[in-house]
T-cell receptor, first 114, second 115 residues
Framework: DQQVKQNSPSLSVQEGRISILNCDYTNSMFDYFLWYKKYPAEGPTFLISISSIKDKNEDGRFTVFLNKSAKHLSLHIVPSQPGDSAVYFCAASVANFGNEKLTFGTGTRLTIIP | DTGVSQDPRHKITKRGQNVTFRCDPISEHNRLYWYRQTLGQGPEFLTYFQNEAQLEKSRLLSDRFSAERPKGSFSTLEIQRTEQGDSAMYLC?????????????FGSGTQLSVL
């Protein structure tokens, strides 16, 4: 039962263009969403998050959009840079549980082409 | 803030052997999590501690797995009688309990290979 889904295993984008990574979830109790970035042989590092009371959160080149009715979120990276090449994981949690236990998607490997 | 530290980074063992991993969380964080990641998958939750209390365990954590956090600081994850299916990256994360959502900080993981 995959509660958080990233249906694109990989994505290639030209440097300077926009990268859009997508994520769908099935559990309507999820109310906090995060994106993590992972380089090989390293642990995931936090990128950006959004609470279910918002539909957009922006941090520099990174913007996360949340569509609760569609149970869909996306991460936009503008402009894309070679250092953005990594695996990106979408994750979700239920704040009412009182812990930050995360349910992760399977990841999307982003490759930025110079 | 020195980050979450995990030791060892890599462990190769033979099937049937016991292994133990250590995690040192960020010092002021009272919550500690263990996750497991296999190839092509995202991290999967195994268990978490608040201080020294183990508050939740996933059904993924069979009785061959045991985790401890004896003084509410570092944690150990032991796998007894390892099987080839235990081969994975074992990730530790920590966070600080607060009224609002806190993100998890992950260590670099321990890559386990069971031969």
């Amino acid at each position: 039962d995959q509660q958080v889904k990233q249906n694109s295993p990989s994505l290639s984008v030209q440097e300077g263009r926009i990268s859009i990574l997508n994520c769908d979830y099935t559990n309507s109790m999820f109310d906090y969403f995060l994106w993590y970035k992972k380089y090989p042989a390293e642990g995931p590092t936090f990128l950006i998050s959004i609470s279910s009371i918002k539909d957009k959160n922006e941090d520099g080149r990174f913007t996360v959009f949340l569509n609760k009715s569609a149970k869909h979120l996306s991460l936009h990276i503008v402009p894309s840079q070679p250092g953005d090449s990594a695996v990106y994981f979408c994750a979700a949690s239920v704040a009412n549980f009182g812990n930050e236990k995360l349910t992760f998607g399977t990841g999307t490997r982003l490759t930025i082409i110079p | 803030d020195t980050g979450v530290s995990q030791d060892p980074r890599h462990k190769i063992t033979k099937r049937g052997q016991n292994v133990t991993f250590r995690c040192d969380p960020i010092s002021e964080h009272n919550r500690l999590y263990w996750y497991r990641q296999t190839l092509g998958q995202g991290p999967e939750f195994l268990t978490y501690f608040q201080n020294e209390a183990q508050l939740e365990k996933s059904r993924l954590l069979s009785d061959r797995f045991s985790a401890e956090r004896p003084k509410g600081s570092f944690s150990t994850l032991e796998i007894q009688r390892t099987e080839q299916g235990d081969s994975a990256m074992y990730l530790c994360a920590s966070s600080r309990r607060s009224a609002s959502n806190e993100k998890l900080f992950f260590g670099s993981g321990t890559q386990l290979s069971v031969l």
